[in-house]
């Protein structure tokens, strides 16, 4: 089956470091895609990973092991307006060719003063 | 910018009416999606379209149907609302060139009574 998992909620301080985890199971693995989603708006792209390694963008890195099934997303430098849930999807091949977006169920991060 | 437009940001229906949600995106891309976003489940698809009139489910099509008419416009119907299909519906297109992400609207919260 195809399971990803991410946890639930995290807290972190202004101006800290705060990584979040991200396993996955799947089949068809062609990639990871980490959204940013602010409450009551769209997900927005924050990264792409597809091979091994490390990729930085600004405050936000993301990290992906595929012998792992293991990524993280990196933000450093919080600001209050990281608050947001942060969705980690995996993008995967199955049968007709397409590829389609497993998503997990999200993580709620809280940045406090 | 990348712009994707859904019809309503909140709607309120009765159980048993057909509901038409429309999603409109003006960057000629090919491929289109339905998703519902529920609290713990994350983002699960429901349909998706690669092409104009094309169609394919997805994980959890059932109660549910979807029309592309045009390239830019893509409708989830739900046949005969009920109680369970109350939910945030998200859409979301992106090209069907490479590993490019998705892109979301804004999402309608449906409530059905």
């Known amino acids: 089956g195809q399971n990803i998992d991410q946890p639930t909620e995290m807290t972190a301080t202004e101006g800290a470091i705060v990584q979040i985890n991200c396993t996955y199971q799947t089949s068809g693995f062609n990639g990871l895609f980490w959204y940013q989603q602010h409450a009551g708006e769209a997900p927005t792209f924050l990264s792409y990973?597809?091979?091994?390694g490390l990729e930085e963008k600004g405050r936000f890195s993301s990290f992906l092991s595929r012998s792992k099934g293991y990524s993280y997303l990196l933000l450093k430098e919080l600001q209050m307006k990281d608050s947001a849930s942060y969705l980690c999807?995996?993008?995967?091949?199955?049968?007709?060719?397409?590829?389609?977006?497993?998503f997990g169920a999200g993580t709620r991060l809280a940045v406090h003063p | 910018d990348v712009k994707v437009t859904q019809s309503s940001r909140y709607l309120v229906k009765r159980t048993g009416e057909k509901v038409f949600l429309e999603c409109v995106q003006d960057m000629d891309h090919e491929n289109m999606f339905w998703y519902r976003q529920d609290p713990g489940l994350g983002l699960r698809l429901i349909y998706f379209s690669y092409d104009v009139k094309m169609k394919e489910k997805g994980d959890i099509p059932e109660g549910y149907s979807v029309s592309r008419e045009k390239k830019e416009r893509f409708s989830l119907i739900l046949e005969s609302a009920s109680t369970n299909q109350t939910s945030m519906y998200l859409c979301?297109?992106?090209?069907?060139?490479?590993?490019?992400?998705?892109?979301f609207g804004d999402g309608t919260r449906l409530s059905i009574l």
């Open positions: 999807a995996v993008r995967a091949e199955f049968s007709g060719g397409y590829n389609k977006l497993i």
């Open positions: 979301a297109h992106r090209t069907g060139v490479g590993n490019q992400p998705q892109h």
């Open positions: 990973n597809v091979l091994d």
